[in-house]
């Protein structure tokens, strides 16, 4: 079965620090890839995502992410976190154009000040 | 440009009772697609809904049904809660279902928490 796993639920870091949070897919064909952050009490926001094009990905917030085919992955990564950046952060994939999304369970940064 | 939006924000029923969601999707938008988030959770896609027909559907039992309307908003209706309904309700719009070869981006809202006792 297609499924997503997201290594670690709970990752802590201290501010400055290098975040890395591992998402991989489980899928012979390459899928749409996504990640999402969400604050409490509020819904998803789109941080970056990958459809064609070059593997390393860049989005909001300082956040990037490389699409990694022989390794099935999709690492999100961002130099030196930040307060602001505790969150819960989910990884998404797609395997069609605008259909469902198959979300992994999530993984909570917590940031040290 | 007006975003998703989804009512009410919370939302209290009991066992056995019935509830309906509402979703209005980003303006020029004619795609919605629905996704329960359990406590520790990721989302899960309940189904979606494209041009007011049902257009893909998760692993969810027929209790979980929907509506699109012609101005693109949408409800999600559940019958007979059970305590496991107890959820964040999401939902989400797009331009286009999925035709075209090319990839839909989802909009999210912000969510309706239900809590089932």
């Known amino acids: 079965a297609q499924s997503v796993t997201q290594l670690g639920s709970h990752v802590s870091v201290s501010e400055g620090a290098l975040v890395l949070l591992r998402c991989n897919y489980s899928?012979?064909?390459?899928?749409?890839l996504f990640w999402y952050v969400q604050y409490p009490n509020q819904g998803l926001q789109l941080l970056l995502k990958y459809t064609t094009g070059a593997t390393l990905v860049k989005g909001i917030n300082g956040f990037e992410a490389e699409f990694k085919k022989s390794e099935t992955s999709f690492h999100l990564t961002k130099p030196s976190a930040h307060m602001s950046d505790a969150a819960e952060y989910f990884c998404?994939?797609?395997?069609?154009?605008?259909?469902?999304?198959?979300f992994g369970t999530g993984t909570s940064l917590t940031v040290i000040p | 440009e007006t975003g998703v939006t989804q009512s009410p924000t919370h939302l209290i029923k009991t066992r056995g009772q019935q509830v309906t969601l509402r979703c209005s999707s980003q303006s020029g938008h004619n795609t919605v697609s629905w996704y329960q988030q359990a406590l520790g959770q990721g989302p899960q896609f309940i189904f979606q809904?494209?041009?007011?027909?049902?257009?893909g559907r998760g692993n969810f039992p027929p209790r979980f049904s929907g509506l699109q309307f012609p101005n693109y908003s949408s409800e999600l209706n559940v019958n007979a809660l059970e305590l496991d309904d107890s959820a964040l309700y999401l939902c989400a719009s797009s331009l286009g279902g999925t035709s075209g070869g090319s990839f839909k981006e989802q909009f999210f809202g912000p969510g309706t928490r239900l809590t089932v006792l």
């Open positions: 899928s012979s064909v390459p899928p749409y």
């Open positions: 998404a994939v797609s395997w069609n154009t605008g259909n469902q999304f198959y």
């Open positions: 809904y494209y041009r007011e027909e049902e257009n």
